[in-house]
């Protein structure tokens, strides 16, 4: 099991920044990709960033230039800098932990994130 626990979120003017925070615990293989998905209100749960322990990252296009994913392998955290955001960034973010070796999911409580126009 991995447990993950998230920090940050909350309200901000258009145009302005956040920053999440994601820490992972438990049984942790190196292989894996840690994560940020965001849900908005009556939609599907969609991809923002993903970076691999290898360093590969992935990112959504509507994000693309204005978030940044960074991740520490010593310390299993994953962070997710948010700039120039938008209302329609507006959603609840979820840090997501793929074990690629057991083929297990992990998702953390979901952080809220709202912008204001």
């Known amino acids: 099991q991995v447990q993950l626990v998230e920090s940050g979120g909350g309200l901000v003017q258009a145009g302005g920044s956040l920053r999440l925070s994601c820490a992972a615990s438990?049984?942790?293989?190196?292989?894996?990709?840690m994560g940020w998905y965001l849900q908005a209100p009556g939609k599907q749960r969609e991809l923002v960033a993903t970076n691999t322990n290898g360093g590969n990252t992935n990112y959504a296009d509507s994000v693309k230039g204005r978030f940044t994913i960074s991740r520490d392998n010593a310390k299993n955290t994953v962070d997710l800098q948010m700039h120039s955001l938008k209302p329609e960034d507006t959603a609840v973010y979820f840090c997501?932990?793929?074990?690629?070796?057991?083929?297990?999911?992990?998702w953390g409580q979901g952080t809220q994130v709202t912008v204001s126009s």
């Open positions: 438990g049984r942790i293989f190196t292989i894996n990709t």
């Open positions: 997501n932990f793929y074990d690629l070796i057991r083929k297990n999911n992990y």
